[in-house]
């Protein structure tokens, strides 16, 4: 049995952010990117298909870049609708937070970036591997005599 390793896309534009917060996961299978080219960002999570997204919104003060964030979190889980994004923007920007919210992401951050919250935050949000479940029958695998005392009652 292969257990897949969690996976965390981080799409944060500012590279000094971007390796704080990859250095903040080293438990799971980080990849990262700026979210500013749109086909990558989609490129990279059907190559990816990770179970988190962590997605710098911007700070929400041009209405065009506010758009242009929220258009890439629906086309995001448009193609993964499983996947948990969690929305980070500048503390002045709960407008933008709420509206990601409301189109699916999963949890929104305000930065700054703490990285004990943050700790706290995407484990929540990335589930556990899934086990495996054997496939063998119920008869292969328990006592008839169970199997009949089942039956029979």
Known sequence: MTQRHRRLLI???????????????????????????????????RRLEPDVV????????????????????????????????IAMTSHDARELAV??????????????????????VVPVAVPEPATEVSAVPVAAAWPVAAVWLLVAA
Do not use: C, W
Request: charged share 25%; aromatic share 6%; net charge negative.
């Open 11 to 45: 799409l944060e534009n500012d590279p000094q952010l971007r390796a704080e917060l990859e250095s903040n996961f080293r438990d799971l299978d980080v990849s990262s990117a700026a979210s500013g080219d749109h086909a990558q960002v989609m490129a990279l999570l």
């Open 54 to 85: 962590l997605f710098d919104l911007g700070d929400g003060r041009g209405a065009a870049e506010a758009r242009a964030s929220l258009e890439l979190m629906r086309h995001m889980l448009a193609l993964a609708p499983d996947t948990k994004v």
């Open 99 to 120: 509206h990601a919210v409301g189109l699916g992401a999963t949890d929104f951050y305000f930065k700054p970036i703490d990285p004990v919250v943050l700790s706290l």
